[in-house]
């Protein structure tokens, strides 16, 4: 079973808000595009703060898909499990 952290983190090398789950003691990272952010709201561009507040409105939606895509295996090549436009639907 996953455990969320209260940690969120904008990352602005790949654009994505960042979030860590645990397993057991191992640590998952998580995150979910800018792309999918802006699908759940109508703003033009926000910045990094408002990414995350948008992060913290949807969060248990989001960790909802997230565990999902973990439970999948659904993993980028870097072990991340992202939160994409396409998993919202």
Same mark, same amino acid.
């Given at each position: 079973?996953?455990?969320?952290?209260?940690?969120?983190?904008?990352?602005?090398?790949?654009?994505?808000?960042?979030?860590?789950?645990?397993?057991?003691?191992?640590?998952?990272?998580?995150?979910?595009?800018?792309?999918?952010? !802006? &699908?759940?709201?109508? @703003?033009?561009?926000?910045?990094? *703060?408002? %990414?995350?507040?948008?992060?913290?409105?949807?969060?248990?939606?989001?960790?909802?898909?997230?565990?999902?895509?973990?439970?999948?295996?659904? !993993? &980028?090549?870097?072990? @991340?499990?992202?939160?994409?436009? *396409?998993? %919202?639907?």
């Amino acid at each position: 079973m996953l455990v969320f952290g209260k940690t969120a983190r904008y990352d602005h090398d790949r654009d994505i808000v960042t979030f860590r789950a645990t397993e057991d003691s191992r640590l998952v990272p998580m995150g979910v595009s800018r792309a999918a952010l !802006l &699908e759940l709201v109508n @703003l033009p561009e926000p910045g990094p *703060e408002m %990414l995350i507040s948008i992060y913290r409105e949807f969060e248990l939606d989001i960790q909802r898909i997230a565990e999902k895509k973990h439970a999948l295996g659904d !993993l &980028e090549f870097d072990g @991340l499990i992202l939160v994409k436009v *396409e998993d %919202l639907a």
